[in-house]
Nanobody, 125 residues
Framework: QVQLVESGGGLVQPGGSLRLSCVASGFDLDSYVTGWFRQAPGKEREGVSCMGSNSGIKYYADSVKGRFTISRDSTENAVYLQMNNLNPEDTAVYYC??????????????????RGQGTQVTISS
């Protein structure tokens, strides 16, 4: 079955950390760019991060720069998003996709059209 599955979301206190996983099955995730997006209730979708198929240039939205890190593990056919120093504004459903935010023009690699179902991240004390 061709799919992307996210995991690693949860409830953490402000200042805490989470590591999200995006695991691909049925296709080689290394063949595509991989982006992370988030959407909070009542807000527009935000492109959070993206990396190329060759793990080259990485893109981060200004709102997460310096706090989030995207990485790829080819042996696991997965991409990760390490999120540190989380705050309530980071609360959202996070999902991965085989495409990048429109502003990530410098990220090289093939774009696809797949996305996962998402994982809930809630930051609250």
């Amino acid at each position: 079955q061709v799919q992307l599955v996210e995991s690693g979301g949860g409830l953490v206190q402000p200042g805490g950390s989470l590591r999200l996983s995006c695991v691909a099955s049925g296709f080689d995730l290394d063949s595509y760019v991989t982006g992370w997006f988030r959407q909070a209730p009542g807000k527009e979708r935000e492109g959070v991060s993206c990396m190329g198929s060759n793990s080259g240039i990485k893109y981060y939205a200004d709102s997460v720069k310096g706090r989030f890190t995207i990485s790829r593990d080819s042996t696991e056919n997965a991409v990760y998003l390490q999120m540190n120093n989380l705050n309530p504004e980071d609360t959202a459903v996070y999902y991965c996709a085989t495409y990048c935010p429109g502003s990530a023009r410098t990220v090289r690699g093939a774009r696809g059209g797949r996305r996962g179902q998402g994982t809930q991240v809630t930051i609250s004390s």
